[in-house]
């Protein structure tokens, strides 16, 4: 199944490795926009047998250097189908992944990053609340629902740490860990990084907003309820575009 190089030659290898492509390109475009610092955060995808992963092997550069052949597959035992060239390593936060996709049929990718600003306003006590309408619908809408949070800082390493986590996620597009960073899901890989971006977006307006020392006000549920929701292909497909010729204009493209 993997190709460490060469092209694929079945219909499932070239949807395989368009996986691959996908989860590296997520990675490059979080570490790009700033939510995932240095060599912190790791995207997932499902699979038939289990899920594609961000790992690290012996050339770790970090996340906004991220290739495919960084990106393996791990069964549903939690081990690596393949260690590959480079002596690659499930990321230690893998029960992140492994117990989110499990608890949520719905969904199919998972993006794990540590962004500052959502950290710092959940620190300072600041809830992400629908503070803007029209400016970022999608991020209005998350906060409108409730954007739950998981309330230990530690190092999610273990099956009952991931459930915890996947519990407090519970049917929600994103979960801030305090402390720490979040997760967020999606049908799509595309789907999981816009909604980490929006989450982004919306904990810096919040910590902008709350220059003068008072949290902002969120919108009347009159606006809220007029807002639509602008569907995947421009939440997520114009989005993922944009990230992927910005990543082209920083000659960070893959
Ligand atoms: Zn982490």
Redesign the pocket.
């Known amino acids: 199944m993997f190709a460490e190089s060469g092209p694929a030659t079945t219909t499932e290898d070239v949807a395989f490795e368009a996986s691959r492509h996908a989860v590296a390109t997520a990675c490059r475009i979080l570490a790009h926009r700033g939510l995932a610092e240095d060599v912190?955060?790791?995207v997932s995808v499902r699979t038939v047998g289990g899920l594609l992963v961000r790992c690290r092997g012996a050339n770790e550069r970090g996340l906004l250097f991220t290739d495919p052949v960084d990106v393996r597959e791990v069964d549903e035992d939690g081990e690596l189908v393949d260690q590959g060239d480079h002596g690659y390593a499930p990321p230690n936060?893998l029960p992140?992944h492994a117990e989110i996709l499990k608890a949520r049929p719905d969904v199919s990718s998972v993006v794990?990053?540590?962004p500052p600003a959502v950290v710092a306003a959940d620190l300072a006590g600041l809830a992400l609340r629908p503070i803007v309408g029209a400016y970022n619908i999608p991020a209005s809408r998350m906060a409108s629902d409730g954007i739950p949070t998981y309330p230990r800082s530690v190092?999610?390493n273990s099956a009952a740490l991931g459930r915890e986590l996947a519990e407090a996620l519970g049917d929600k597009p994103a979960c801030i860990?305090r402390g720490?960073?979040i997760v967020t899901v999606g049908t799509t890989v595309a789907e999981a990084v816009s909604r980490a971006l929006s989450v982004d977006a919306l904990a810096r307006m919040t910590l902008w907003a709350t220059v003068n020392g008072r949290p902002p006000a969120p919108l009347p549920p009159e606006d809220i309820s007029t807002l639509p929701d602008l569907g995947a292909s421009f939440n997520d497909s114009q989005m993922w575009r944009f990230n992927e010729a910005a990543l082209a204009a920083g000659g960070f493209a893959l």
């Open positions: 912190l955060g790791h936060e992140i794990h990053v540590h190092l999610v860990m720490h960073g």
